[in-house]
Structure formats: structure tokens, C-alpha cells
């Protein structure tokens, strides 16, 4: 559990690996509910990024 408990922390690596990966998303098709994709893409991540920073927390405070 400790060993995990050390790694952890690098589960928010993959946020900002996800966003500096500019040509998977920089584009217009498919858009999805009239947004392209752009922006589907940065406001998911967003929403995940917030996710993995509270799965972090939880597992850091057990």
C-alpha cells in the first residue's frame, strides 16, 4: 500500500500529457452538440482533471 500510496501522484500526469498533445485535438470535426471538437476536448479534461485530482486526494489521505 505505501509503494502505491508514492505513485500515486503521477495519476496527474496524465491530464497534462492529454493537453500538450495538440495535433489529437487541434481540429474542428466532430463536432459534438455543435462545438468542435477543440473545445469538447478541453472542457472534458477539465472535468477529468478534477476527477483524477480527487481520486488522488482520497488515496493519499487513506
Do not use: E
Amino acid at each position: 500500500m505505501r509503494t502505491m500510496r508514492r505513485w500515486l501522484p503521477l495519476i496527474l500526469v496524465i491530464p497534462f500529457i492529454a493537453l500538450l498533445w495538440v495535433p489529437f485535438y487541434n481540429r474542428t470535426q466532430p463536432a459534438v452538440a455543435g462545438f468542435p471538437f477543440f473545445y469538447v476536448w478541453q472542457f472534458a479534461w477539465v472535468v477529468l482533471a478534477a476527477l483524477l485530482t480527487w481520486i488522488v486526494h482520497r488515496g493519499w489521505r487513506a
